[in-house]
């Protein structure tokens, strides 16, 4: 194509506002703001949503009214925050697996003493900047040159969200509706406790007919917002993997297993001291040997392990399915780097990057702090090279194929897992290959796999960002910047908001365990799986059986032609948590139903920025940022004893019954649930012809 024929929306040679003060705070605090929303979603569902859309749409609302942004401006704002909400899926996706590697002679992960504030924010910095630098070089050959092949959905999205501020579109009203929607629904849930948290149908262990089978839900806005923006194609395959575990085969164990056989097996995992002890996953009575929650304890010790193998599979399948993009996609940008600018000829505004000599320097600068710096896990300054060069050579590869594969399916079906997986897989078996097995190496391991993850996915939104800086008419090199600073900014913020919501409470601590994350309510999905695979592979004692289940589970829906990966993810996941997403996506299913027999016929931008999606975002904002900040309140005892003395689950409880009580819940999620519908049907105003 030629891309001389394209116009952007501000021509080159117009001087225009960019990259100042303003663009840059306003930017930054949506990237602590979405990064750590992202953080706290991605530990409880093991989901994100992307946030450049949301964050233009808070830009040409509040930038425009308060501060008088330019176009170019927006542009940045939402460049800057889109860093955090990518580097925060990356960290939380690999990074909490520090702390289910293999245990010490005491028990306790050897990854633990790297799973800390100064750690974290290193990584997530380094990865970070690996992501947008790796990217510095590719923009021209991906963006530009593939302008008509490589559609960047969320970038020429948020491009035309953008467009549509300059002509007056007032987006944001919804979103923001959605927001203060969420915030009172969440008020009322997590502070007051009018409305139930996880309502619970469960048979017991001792039922001969359905033993153990459990039917819950955590009715949270963030879950039904979540639900509604991915559609119910999605959300119905994730619920799908969800009932396979919590009604097929927990309670097909539960008849099978003995209860002894499977605290042998939570012993096993080092998911509870001993037989002797109380407590551990499940809630172990050696008294009566019997589980307080037995679905609970059976999940913890066999359905985990095949929803982790389900979940592997399912990522490299994906992965593998994309081998010919993978192929032609480094081809075609390692052949741009050869191209030779055209001399003499001043570079236009729009084509202005940041110099390749700082690419070459900044990767050279980032295996030489991995070698020096403490907080870096390894023996040597060798042993840290290597890892270095590692994530370098992996990142090279993995930051273009995230690159492509998000130019033509969109940021949220990147593959980002299997990409993980498949470094750590790497990895290990260099490691192995050089002789370095057992527990002390697999920190190390997991630090390459983490950088990948951060850097894949950051370069995926660094180039949805390009796309819409390339039609709007940014400068690219004022973006490449604001990246950076917005990688820097956020990664202070997501370390913080990780090491807060890990906090135990004194009913954990009680219960022996001392890391939120890891329990039921932060599962940590991926890093859970990232850390099994390194513990299987460098230490050989994997219960193979059980992943094995899992990854033929996975080949069975590949062949049903199914995409196994979110089918695996609901494996894997509570149910509790896949079922109000399914929720959400059926609403969403419903608006479409409704809008086809209406014959409304909707481009694929104006689904994106329809009331329904935009308040759904907001539901998603909202209540991810209300968990956020009632679990940084939850740390102080004095405020955390405080918020109990105001709950009024007794005396609804009391009042209504237990199961009334949790009745009363459902109804206020139903209530949520039309208002999301009956929005969801609103027409949105027209953004044709901007």
Not at 16 to 36: H, N, P, Q, R, Y
Not at 162 to 184: D, N, P, R, V, W
Not at 278 to 305: H, L
């Amino acid at each position: 194509m030629s891309d001389t024929k394209f116009k952007p929306f501000v021509a080159p040679e117009v001087k225009m506002k960019e990259l100042t003060l303003k663009s840059i705070l306003l930017g930054c605090l949506a990237g602590v703001i979405f990064g750590a929303a992202t953080v706290y979603l991605a530990l409880k569902a093991g989901l994100t949503v992307s946030a450049s859309i949301p964050i233009a749409v808070i830009a040409i609302t509040l930038g425009r009214k308060f501060f008088k942004t330019t176009i170019l401006e927006n542009n940045i704002i939402q460049t800057t925050g889109s860093a955090g909400e990518s580097i925060a899926a990356g960290v939380v996706f690999t990074l909490p697996g520090f702390l289910f590697l293999s245990a010490n002679e005491f028990g306790i992960s050897g990854g633990e003493a790297y799973f800390d504030y100064v750690t974290i924010l290193i990584l997530a910095i380094f990865g970070g900047i690996l992501g947008t630098l790796m990217m510095i070089p590719l923009r021209r050959s991906l963006i530009v040159k593939e302008h008509d092949t490589l559609p960047y959905p969320e970038g020429t999205a948020c491009a035309s969200v953008l467009k549509a501020g300059e002509k007056g579109g007032e987006f944001a009203k919804t979103a923001f509706l959605g927001l203060g929607f969420a915030l009172a629904y969440a008020m009322l849930q997590r502070v007051f406790h009018v409305i139930s948290e996880t309502p619970a149908f469960i048979t017991a262990q001792a039922n001969k007919v359905f033993p153990s089978a459990r039917l819950s839900g955590d009715i949270t806005p963030e879950y039904l917002g979540v639900g509604y923006i991915i559609g119910p194609r999605i959300a119905g395959v994730l619920v799908a993997g969800g009932v396979l575990s919590w009604l097929c085969l927990i309670p097909l164990l539960a008849s099978l297993v003995p209860n002894e056989i499977i605290a042998t097996q939570l012993v096993k995992l080092g998911l509870l001291a001993n037989l002797d002890t109380a407590g551990g996953s499940g809630g172990w009575n050696p008294i009566t040997r019997t589980f307080a929650d037995s679905a609970g304890a059976i999940y913890a010790a066999y359905v985990k392990q095949i929803g982790a193998g389900a979940v592997a599979a399912g990522g490299i399948i994906t992965l593998i399915k994309t081998i010919p993009t993978i192929i032609s996609s480094f081809k075609d940008s390692m052949g741009s780097l050869k191209e030779k600018k055209e001399g003499g000829a001043e570079v236009p505004r729009t084509e202005k990057d940041i110099s390749f000599k700082f690419v070459i320097f900044g990767s050279l600068a980032l295996v030489i702090l991995m070698a020096l710096l403490p907080q870096i896990p390894g023996e040597s300054i060798w042993n840290k090279l290597l890892i270095g060069l590692l994530v370098v050579i992996f990142g090279a590869f993995f930051v273009t194929v995230s690159s492509r594969i998000v130019g033509l399916i969109g940021s949220s079906n990147n593959p980002i897992s299997g990409m993980t997986i498949a470094t750590i897989m790497g990895t290990c078996l260099i490691f192995i290959a050089v002789g370095w097995t057992g527990k002390v190496f697999e920190p190390m391991a997991l630090v390459v796999g983490g950088m990948i993850c951060i850097a894949a996915a950051n370069a995926g939104a660094t180039s949805q960002d390009l796309k819409s800086g390339y039609l709007v008419g940014a400068t690219p090199r004022n973006q490449q910047i604001a990246l950076f600073i917005g990688a820097i900014v956020s990664s202070l913020v997501i370390g913080w908001t990780v090491h807060i919501l890990d906090t135990p409470t004194r009913e954990m601590v009680a219960n022996g365990i001392h890391h939120a994350i890891g329990t039921e309510d932060l599962s940590a999905p991926q890093a859970t799986l990232m850390a099994t695979l390194i513990k299987g592979i460098l230490g050989g004692d994997l219960d193979w059986q059980f992943v094995l289940v899992g990854v033929f589970i996975a080949i069975t829906l590949e062949l049903c032609g199914i995409k196994s990966l979110s089918f695996a993810v609901g494996v894997y996941l509570p149910l509790a948590t896949t079922l109000p997403i399914f929720v959400g996506g059926a609403i969403r299913g419903l608006v479409e139903w409704k809008q086809k027999r209406s014959g409304i016929k909707l481009t694929a931008e104006e689904e994106e920025l329809g009331k329904g999606n935009l308040f759904a975002t907001g539901l998603v904002a909202g209540g991810a940022v209300a968990g956020v900040v009632v679990a940084v309140l939850s740390v102080n005892e004095t405020v955390a004893d405080g918020l109990k003395s105001i709950s009024a689950e007794h005396g609804l409880s009391s009042l209504f019954g237990a199961g009334g009580y949790q009745i009363l819940g459902v109804l206020f999620f139903a209530v949520m649930g039309y208002v999301l519908y009956r929005i969801g049907r609103q027409k949105q105003a027209p953004i044709d012809n901007i």
